[in-house]
């Protein structure tokens, strides 16, 4: 089996004879499991659980809850609150798992483990979310205060340290307004010419 981890991620590993265990203490990881019919393989991130059968699966253990993203094969998602209701999810497919699980979604698996080659790929995310993936990469941070700009649906692939180039996208947005400093971009809604907009900090 091979585990490969997310920028700012960290695992413990705990084997036994009947089980693989690896607790996911915070970030995000792909799983590559080698069928084991002897010795199960399990994620835990919080409360969520995720079992593996010969499959390609990743994690994204978020601070209010836990994305699995199906790759290849099928796993079982559960939570330490009802671990008899697990559910199946095929690849292809994602769950949400907070204080339940949610329902499986259709999704680009593709675009889910675009982080292997240092990209960032989304199709119809919001703003907000798209601007926190690439936080978690770069030096720059990029800042969207206004919760209208948050929620703007946006699509694309860029290199994840390249802050630059999404930038410069943000900037082609309609009603957008992009301030850069060395440290940070601030997105803002575009105002009327005659209104100068807030300063940025430094």
């Not at 998602?77 to 690849?91: K, M, S």
């Amino acid at each position: 089996s091979v585990l490969h981890l997310n920028t700012d991620s960290e695992v413990t590993v705990r084997y036994s004879h009947g089980e693989r265990l690896i607790e996911l203490e915070r970030g995000e990881a792909l799983f590559q499991v080698a069928h084991d019919s002897e010795r199960r393989f399990r994620v835990a991130a919080g409360e969520a659980g995720v079992l593996a059968i010969g499959t390609q699966f990743d994690v994204y253990r978020k601070p209010d809850a836990v994305t699995v993203t199906v790759v290849e094969g099928a796993v079982a998602v559960f939570t330490d609150a009802a671990p008899q209701a697990a559910l199946q999810v095929g690849a292809g497919y994602q769950v949400e798992i907070g204080s339940q699980v949610g329902s499986p979604r259709p999704v680009d698996a593709h675009a889910a483990v675009a982080w292997l080659e240092r990209q960032i790929a989304f199709e119809d995310r919001p703003l907000g979310e798209v601007a926190e993936e690439f936080n978690r990469y770069g030096g720059v941070i990029i800042e969207i205060a206004d919760p209208d700009l948050r929620a703007m649906p946006i699509s694309g692939e860029f290199d994840a340290y390249d802050t630059d180039s999404f930038a410069a996208f943000l900037e082609t947005l309609s009603g957008v307004l992009v301030q850069k400093t060395p440290t940070r971009i601030r997105v803002l809604k575009l105002i009327p010419a005659n209104r100068e907009p807030p300063p940025i900090a430094q």
